[in-house]
C-alpha cells in the first residue's frame, strides 16, 4: 500500500512535468496543425537557462531559496520564451501554407541545430546541480514503506495546478484566448474577421515555450541533473500524452501528461525500469490504433 | 537607375528602430546561453562569463539588420562599401592569425571561435556581393515577385536536370565505376565515397516509402538495424556468410516493417511519422537492453567480412585456402578489401536503384503514386489503401535491411549506438531535400549532406548544427525539395509523341 502510494506521488509529479510541454505541442498543433518537433528541445534550453540562473544566483550570494526560485523561474520563462518565438519567426513562418513535410522537415532540422548549439555552448557533460528544496512529509512511518511527499513534489504540483488555472482562465476570458480558439476553429476565417494571425501564432509559440520552461526547471530540480539530450525523450513522451489527451485539447494535454507519467513510475516500479520508455511509445502506438482521437479529442472529419 | 534610388524613400528611423529591436532579441538569446557556460570542474567558479561574446552578436546583429533594411530600401552604395571595407579587414586579420602566431591583430576579432569569424566573414562578401548587384543591377531580389521568379527558375532547373538526368545519370555512374581507380583516390576519400554510397542507396530506399508512396517514416533506422543485427547474430550464431545472410536480412527487415505497418499505415501523415519514430527508437532500446541475445551496449563484433565468391580479402588466409590475392597473383594489398566494399555497395544501390525505376511503371507503384496524391480517390477506384502501402513499406524495409547488413560487415561491429534517430533524420533529410521522388536529387543531397560534412571533418564539432542548420534553410527557401519537379511517371499516350511541343505547358 505504502509503496504503491508512492508511485502515485512520484508519477503524479513526474506527470505534471511531461503534461506542461505536452500544452505546447497541443496548442501548435490545434492552431498551425503541425507537430513542432523542437518543442522538446525548447523544454532543454528552459533547463539550461534555470541552472545557469541558479548558478549565476549562487556566485552572487543569493541564498534565500524562495528569492532565487521565483527570479529563476521568471529568468528563464522570459528567456526561453524568445526562443520560442524566434523558432516561429525564422523556422516556421517562412513555410506556412507549405506542404506539411516542410514544417516537420524545418522542425526536426530546428530540433538538430539546437540540440548543438547547446552541446557546443555547455559541453557534452552532464550538469550536476545541488539540490535547492530538500525534506519533506512523511506518511504511514509505522508501515512496511514509508511514503514522503517531498516539498519539492508539492511545489511542482502547485505550481503546474497555479498555471493550469492561469492558462486556462487565458484561453477561456481574454480576448487572445478568444483569438487563439478562433484560429483553431479556422486561420482564414479568423483573419478574415480581424484578428492578427500571425501575432496569435507567436504568442501561441511564446506560451508554449514558456510553459516548457518551468518543466525545464522542474525538471532541473527533480532530477538534479540535466544534459543536452534530455529534450529528445522528454518531447516524444510529451508529443504522446498530446496524442493520448486528444491533440488540440488542452485539458486532454494535462490528463494525457498524468497518465504517462503514472503509467511510466508504476512500469518501473511493478516491471522493468530498462523497458520503461518502450512502454510510452507501445501506448502511443496502441492509443493511436484504437482511439486515434485520444481521450478527449473531437473526431477529425475528412472532407473530399 | 541612380535617380530610381533616390526617389524611393527611405525610413531610416524605423530602420534603425527594426535593427535595435532584433539586436534586443539577439541580446535575450544569447545572455544566458552564450553569455555563461557552465563549469564541469568542481573546483574554481562554477560558471565563467563570455558576456564579450553576447556584445559581439548583438552588434553585428544590428548592423547586419539595418545593411539589409539598407538593400531593401534601394541603398546599396553605403552597404557595399562598409560590408567590403569589414569583409577585407576581416578577412585579413583571420589569414594573419593563421599564418603568424602570437596575439597581436587577433584581439580585435569578434569571436574567440576561428570557425564563427570565417561564417562572419564569409557572411560580409555575401552580403557586399548582394549590394554590388543591387547597385549595378537596380533589381531586388528581396521582394515577392523576385521570390516567386526564382522559385520559377528552380523549377525549371529541377525539370532540366530530370530531362538531363537520362545522359549524365550513365555519365555519374560511369565516374562511380571508376572512381576507385582515378589517380588521387586514397584510403580515406574511398571510405568517404562508401558512405556516400550507403547513404544514396538509403536514400533511394526510403524514396519508395516516402516519395513514391507518400508516407513519412521517421523510423527507416529500425529496418537499417534489423538488417544489421539480423546479419550480425546470423553470421555469429549460425557461422554464415555475407551473401548467405544479405537476403535473409532483407526479408526481416521487410517482415518488421509488415510488422509494424499493418496496424499503423492508416493514419494520417505525421501521426504515423511519430508512430515510426518510436518504433526506431523501440528496436534501439530493445537491442540496448536485451543483453543476452543482443550483447547489449557492448555491440555484436568478430562480423565476418564478405568474400569474393569464397575468396576472402587476408593477408593470410587460413591453410588450403585462397585469398583474393593469391588466387589471382596479385601483390596483396589492404586497399583491395575497401574497393571491394565499395563495389558491393554500389551494386546494391544500383539494384535499389533499378527495381524503383521498373517498380514505378508496374501497377503497384502507380498506385503508390496515385495513393500518395488522393487517397480518397483511389479508395473508390478500388486500391487497396492498406496493402498497397504495406508493400510501399515492406520494400523500402527490405533495402533498409539490404543496407544494414552492408552497414555491419564494413564495420565488422555493431551495436545500438549506431542506429539512433539522428540516422533516420539524416536519411529522411536526404530524400526530402533532394525533392521527393527524385532519383538524382537523392544523389545530390547525399553527396551535399554527407560527402561535405566528411570531407570536412576538422569542423567535426560544427558538423551537426551546419546540418540543422541547412536543413531549415534549403526548406524554407524551396519548401519542396532542392530539385522538386513532379511529373506523372506515367502519361497519356497523345502526349508523348507528336506533342512535345505542347509539353512545357502542360507541366504542372
Known amino acids: 500500500m505504502g509503496y504503491f502510494l508512492q508511485q502515485l506521488i512520484n508519477g503524479l509529479a513526474l506527470g505534471m512535468i511531461y503534461g506542461l510541454i505536452a500544452i505546447g505541442y497541443t496548442m501548435v498543433y490545434g492552431i498551425v496543425g503541425m507537430i513542432n518537433f523542437a518543442h522538446g528541445e525548447i523544454f532543454m534550453i528552459g533547463a539550461f537557462i534555470s541552472i545557469i540562473t541558479f548558478l549565476v544566483l549562487g556566485l552572487v550570494g543569493v541564498g534565500w531559496v524562495p528569492l532565487a526560485l521565483l527570479i529563476v523561474l521568471v529568468a528563464t520563462m522570459l528567456l526561453t520564451s524568445v526562443y520560442g518565438w524566434a523558432l516561429e519567426r525564422v523556422a516556421y513562418r517562412p513555410l506556412r501554407g507549405s506542404p506539411r513535410l516542410a514544417a516537420l522537415i524545418t522542425a526536426i532540422g530546428m530540433s538538430i541545430f539546437l540540440q548543438n548549439y547547446v552541446q557546443l555552448l555547455q559541453g557534452a557533460r552532464n550538469k550536476p546541480l545541488q539540490p535547492v528544496i530538500t525534506g519533506g512529509a512523511r506518511f504511514l512511518e509505522g508501515g512496511d514503506f514509508t511514503v514522503t511527499l517531498s516539498y519539492l513534489q508539492m511545489l511542482i504540483i502547485l505550481v503546474t495546478i497555479g498555471l493550469m488555472v492561469g492558462f486556462t482562465m487565458l484561453i477561456n476570458r481574454t480576448a487572445l484566448g478568444r483569438a487563439q480558439r478562433a484560429c483553431q476553429q479556422d486561420l482564414g476565417m479568423a483573419a478574415l474577421v480581424g484578428i492578427d494571425v500571425d501575432r496569435t501564432i507567436s504568442l501561441t509559440f511564446v506560451m508554449g515555450a514558456s510553459l516548457a520552461s518551468v518543466a525545464g526547471l522542474m525538471f532541473l530540480l527533480n532530477y538534479g541533473v540535466i544534459d543536452f539530450y534530455i529534450g529528445f525523450l522528454a518531447g516524444v513522451k510529451a508529443f504522446t500524452a498530446a496524442v493520448l489527451g486528444g491533440i488540440g485539447s488542452v485539458p486532454g494535454a494535462m490528463l494525457g501528461g498524468l497518465l504517462i507519467g503514472l503509467i511510466e513510475a508504476f512500469w518501473s516500479a511493478y516491471f522493468t525500469v530498462e523497458y520503461k520508455d518502450v512502454a510510452a511509445f507501445a501506448i502511443l502506438v496502441l492509443v493511436l490504433i484504437f482511439r486515434p482521437t485520444g481521450l478527449l479529442g473531437k473526431p477529425e472529419v475528412e472532407k473530399v | 537607375m541612380h535617380a530610381n534610388h533616390a526617389r524611393t524613400p527611405f525610413d531610416l528611423g524605423a530602420a534603425l528602430k527594426d535593427a535595435g529591436l532584433v539586436a534586443g532579441i539577439v541580446v535575450l538569446l544569447t545572455v544566458a546561453l552564450v553569455g555563461a557556460r557552465v563549469q564541469d570542474i568542481s573546483s574554481g567558479p562554477p560558471v565563467v562569463f563570455r558576456f564579450d561574446d553576447v556584445i559581439a552578436a548583438a552588434l553585428l546583429a544590428f548592423v547586419g539588420r539595418f545593411a539589409i533594411a539598407l538593400l531593401r530600401g534601394g541603398r546599396p552604395r553605403p552597404v557595399l562599401i562598409a560590408a567590403l571595407a569589414f569583409a577585407l579587414g576581416l578577412s585579413a586579420i583571420l589569414v ?64 532540366m536536370v530530370q530531362t538531363w538526368a537520362r545522359f549524365f545519370g550513365p555519365l555519374l555512374l560511369g565516374v562511380a565505376v571508376v572512381l576507385p581507380f582515378l589517380p588521387g583516390i586514397d584510403r580515406r576519400l574511398l571510405d568517404i565515397a562508401i558512405l556516400v554510397v550507403t547513404y544514396i542507396m ?98 555484436l ?76 480517390a483511389c479508395r473508390s477506384l478500388g486500391v487497396h489503401p492498406r496493402n498497397t502501402k504495406l508493400t510501399a513499406f515492406a520494400i523500402g524495409a527490405m533495402f533498409g535491411g539490404f543496407g544494414g547488413s552492408f552497414f555491419a560487415t564494413r564495420q565488422g561491429f555493431v551495436s545500438p549506438e549506431s542506429f539512433t534517430f539522428i540516422e533516420s533524420a539524416m536519411i529522411l533529410a536526404i530524400v526530402v531535400l533532394g525533392g521527393m521522388g527524385s532519383q538524382i536529387g537523392v544523389v545530390f543531397a547525399a553527396i551535399l549532406l554527407i560527402g561535405l560534412p566528411e570531407v570536412f571533418r576538422e569542423l567535426n564539432q560544427y558538423r551537426m548544427l551546419a546540418f540543422g542548420l541547412a536543413m531549415v534553410a534549403i526548406m524554407v527557401w524551396r519548401p519542396r525539395g532542392l530539385l522538386a519537379h513532379r511529373e506523372p511517371t506515367v502519361r497519356l499516350a497523345d502526349h508523348a509523341p507528336g506533342a512535345a511541343d505542347a509539353a512545357p505547358e502542360m507541366r504542372t
Not at chain 2, 521570390?147 to 520559377?152: F, I
Not at chain 2, 565476418?304 to 590475392?325: D, I, M
Open chain 2, 301 to 376: 563484433s568478430g562480423i565476418p567480412r564478405p568474400t569474393l565468391f569464397g575468396l576472402p580479402f587476408t593477408a593470410n588466409p587460413p591453410e588450403g585456402q585462397a585469398s583474393f590475392h593469391s588466387f589471382f597473383g596479385l601483390e596483396y594489398s589492404p586497399l583491395d578489401r575497401i574497393v571491394f566494399l565499395y563495389y558491393v555497395i554500389l551494386g546494391l544501390a544500383l539494384v535499389t536503384n533499378l527495381f524503383t525505376l521498373r517498380i514505378r511503371k508496374l501497377p503497384v507503384g502507380r498506385a503508390w503514386e496515385a495513393l500518395r496524391e488522393d487517397e480518397i
Open chain 2, 202 to 299: 538509403l536514400g533511394w530506399g526510403l524514396n519508395i516509402v516516402v516519395g513514391l508512396a507518400g508516407l513519412l517514416d521517421l523510423g527507416y533506422v529500425a529496418f537499417y538495424a534489423v538488417g544489421a543485427y539480423s546479419y550480425a547474430l546470423l553470421a555469429l550464431y549460425f557461422d554464415l556468410g555475407f551473401w548467405t545472410c544479405l537476403p535473409f536480412a532483407g526479408i526481416m527487415a521487410a517482415f518488421a516493417g509488415i510488422l509494424l505497418g499493418f496496424p499503423v499505415l492508416r493514419l494520417r501523415g505525421d501521426y504515423l511519422a511519430i508512430v515510426t519514430l518510436g518504433f526506431g527508437e523501440m528496436i534501439r532500446i530493445i537491442l540496448l537492453n536485451w543483453y543476452t541475445f543482443t550483447n547489449g551496449p557492448d555491440g
Open chain 2, 96 to 159: 594573419h592569425g593563421v599564418t603568424s602566431a602570437g596575439p597581436g591583430l587577433t584581439r580585435l576579432l569578434p569571436f574567440a571561435s576561428p570557425v564563427i569569424n570565417w561564417v562572419i566573414a564569409i557572411a560580409a562578401w555575401i552580403l557586399s556581393a548582394r549590394a554590388a548587384w543591387l547597385q549595378w543591377h537596380a533589381t531586388s531580389t528581396l521582394d515577392a515577385e523576385a521570390r516567386e521568379a526564382r522559385e520559377a527558375r528552380m523549377d525549371r532547373l529541377g525539370a
